[in-house]
């Protein structure tokens, strides 16, 4: 039988952890009753509000676990060998004293923080720390900063004579005289940490640890922050900030910036909350409101199908549908990441640099936002596990109502990493979208595919002509989307629906450059035999158009708040994309790439690279300016936090 001791120090640990969470549980009640305000009481609310607070259990465990794990570790081998030490505990005591009191001071100024920013507690409170008397002031006259002080000291008074007597009790009890069942000891401690592990990783998903974005599950902007812990947004506010990938990007003079993108877009509009926003209407006599569909294809790239020049038939339902649509011909991704693919294609801003935007959550006027003024409902779905790029949350905060993700599927159907295959997730889709259907809402369905991204499966029902892998994979990428849209003309919304098919980003086929240009070439293809003739288009543009494009072919007013434009009506003489470490931009015959001190120009159309950066000057500085201000406005928009109306 193992000893005594042994066991009151697991206990000992154990009971740590139930203060410490009931004390950052505490803190979320308090904020909770300090907004209550905002929340219409239904039972719909009753139930995300239960679902906000089970969600801070999991976060406060998070931050519960980093403080504990290496005291945890410390008294558990000393107790496997069955020895202690006074110096050694009161030094755990003190640690978990002093970081627990800290995480205490933290959350309790987290409710004035929230109160007043509507955010959680992040590293931007410690801007105002550059004038400490303002600070101090502000605190002295603001009840409510003062009131914060309260629970603090509440909190950390309790906190102290309950460690205390978790102490008293473990140092006190006398140790075995014999050092017995030192393999079950050992054993049982190495599960026991494995816990403690699980819990500061937060989630039991391979592909992605507990992110912020975690806590947004719902459409409501107050609980799915009540559930995140302030110590949690702090830590991972300031890691984020010092991440080099993260850096704002200073290119050209914010305001010279601005000047040319209103003349690039062709802005005479002023509207307060943003410098490109701009009024886009249409005639009434046209409008509809079909379901819209868009398929983000993962590494599709244009150089895949045969409609540009592959003839090894590897798309053959790509190829027949792209002459009975709406086909874009010069149309490329934004960077070269799938976070960077979502997020451009559903949002219409570029990629900058490194930088993760999603990873941030922040809210945007994209189709998702616009649509869903217009009275759809929206939805995504992906074959894995949406927590993964923060992927989930981001599209929870930015007006998605459902989010399906690997833990929505049966079991028995993920093959791999990266979930279900993609037939099984369009098969999966049909009864979701019939019901979204019947509520009498148009909708808007977002996709993105993964199969064509290793580890690679193919399903035993699926037999391919190619002798590869990767082409076969392809093959069934093609064929999924077939067996989709197979599907969805048997339902009654199928003839009333726009489909979009485009790539997150392509593949690095036939490398010339630099920048892989089939890395970033795209189809787009809008497919919807009851709505639209088929046409070709060979305008230069990007994902980030896609959005503006498809309101201008439903002809539905809206504020356009982004850097698309509607290819359609309207003309862009270049687009840019991004190569992590350097940017480019182009045009029909030219293509310019920046990276670090070195411009390149090159006339890409015949794979000439010849470097004509002195033969064409003009040329060159032209399209430079155009992609600096592009990317700087962006980053300007997001440092400003203009991606948004303050009624959004």
């Given at each position: ?180 069942h ?41 609980l ?12 991972r ?66 150089a ?5 020049g ?11 549908i792209?002459?009975?649509s ?57 074959t894995?596990?949406g ?7 981001f ?32 098969r999966?889709?049909i ?94 293809i809008?497919?919807?035999?009851s ?34 434009i ?24 030219f ?58």
């Amino acid at each position: 039988m193992i000893d005594k001791n042994f066991k009151l120090t697991l206990l000992t640990i154990v009971k740590i952890y139930i203060v410490s969470i009931s004390i950052f549980f505490a803190f979320r009640l308090i904020l909770f009753i300090t907004e209550f305000d905002r929340l219409n009481l239904t039972s719909e609310t009753i139930i995300n509000t239960l679902q906000a607070l089970v969600m801070g259990v999991r976060f406060d465990i998070v931050i519960t676990g980093y403080i504990i794990f290496l005291p945890s570790l410390v008294i558990i081998i000393s107790s496997i060998l069955n020895k202690k030490n006074r110096l050694v505990n009161n030094i755990i005591f003190y640690f978990l004293l002093i970081f627990f009191s800290i995480s205490f001071i933290i959350s309790a100024s987290d409710i004035p923080y929230f109160n007043q920013f509507f955010r959680r507690f992040e590293i931007g409170a410690f801007e105002w720390m550059d004038n400490p008397e303002f600070v101090f002031k502000m605190i002295i006259e603001e009840p409510r900063y003062i009131l914060a002080i309260i629970p603090f000291l509440l909190s950390a008074f309790l906190f102290y004579k309950l460690l205390k007597a978790i102490f008293n009790k473990y140092t006190k009890t006398e140790l075995d005289n014999q050092n017995r069942h030192i393999f079950y000891k050992i054993i049982i401690s190495i599960l026991f940490l494995s816990l403690i592990f699980i819990g500061i990783r937060g989630r039991l998903q391979k592909k992605s640890p507990i992110r912020v974005g975690t806590a947004y599950f719902c459409q409501d902007p107050f609980l799915n922050q009540l559930g995140l812990n302030p110590v949690f947004t702090l830590i991972r506010s300031y890691l984020d900030s010092k991440n080099i990938n993260n850096k704002s990007i200073h290119l050209i003079d914010n305001s010279i910036a601005i000047n040319n993108v209103k003349k690039y877009l062709k802005i005479n509009q002023k509207l307060d909350f943003s410098p490109i926003a701009r009024k886009i209407e249409f005639d009434t006599i046209n409008r509809i409101k079909p379901n819209i569909i868009v398929i983000i294809m993962e590494s599709m790239s244009a150089a895949k199908m045969e409609r540009f020049g592959n003839n090894e038939k590897l798309t053959p339902f790509l190829d027949s549908i792209s002459y009975k649509s709406y086909f874009f011909t010069n149309i490329y991704t934004a960077g070269e990441h799938t976070f960077n693919g979502i997020f451009s294609t559903l949002f219409s801003f570029p990629a900058i640099y490194k930088q993760h935007t999603m990873k941030h959550i922040r809210r945007y006027m994209g189709i998702s936002y616009v649509l869903k003024q217009k009275g759809y409902s929206t939805s995504y779905f992906t074959t894995h596990d949406g927590q993964f790029d923060n992927v989930e949350g981001f599209l929870h905060a930015n007006n998605f109502d459902n989010v399906i993700s690997q833990s929505d599927y049966p079991a028995k159907e993920i093959k791999t990493t990266l979930g279900v295959p993609d037939d099984y997730m369009f098969r999966f889709s049909i009864s979701k979208i019939n019901k979204l259907h019947k509520t009498g809402k148009p909708f808007f369905v977002s996709f993105m595919t993964a199969s064509d991204h290793g580890p690679y499966y193919i399903p035993d029902y699926f037999h391919p002509h190619s002798s590869t892998i990767k082409k076969q994979i392809i093959e069934y990428a093609d064929w999924s989307l077939h067996k989709f849209i197979e599907l969805a003309s048997t339902t009654d919304w199928f003839n009333n629906t726009i489909f979009v098919f485009v790539a997150d980003h392509g593949a690095a086929i036939n490398v010339k450059y630099p920048i892989s240009l089939n890395y970033h070439h795209t189809p787009l293809i809008f497919y919807a035999p009851s709505i639209l003739n088929p046409k070709e288009f060979d305008c230069i543009g990007g994902q980030i158009d896609i959005f503006p494009t498809l309101m201008g072919v439903i002809k539905q007013p809206y504020v356009n708040n982004t850097l698309g434009i509607d290819l359609i009506n309207e003309k862009r003489p270049y687009i840019f994309i991004n190569g992590d470490d350097k940017v480019a931009v182009l045009d029909k015959t030219f293509l310019f790439i920046m990276r670090k001190n070195e411009k390149i120009l090159y006339k890409y159309k015949k794979f000439d690279r010849t470097n004509y950066i002195n033969d064409y000057p003009n040329k060159a500085k032209e399209m430079e300016i155009y992609l600096k201000s592009n990317l700087q406005v962006y980053q300007y928009m997001l440092n400003n936090e203009k991606t948004l109306t303050t009624k959004n």
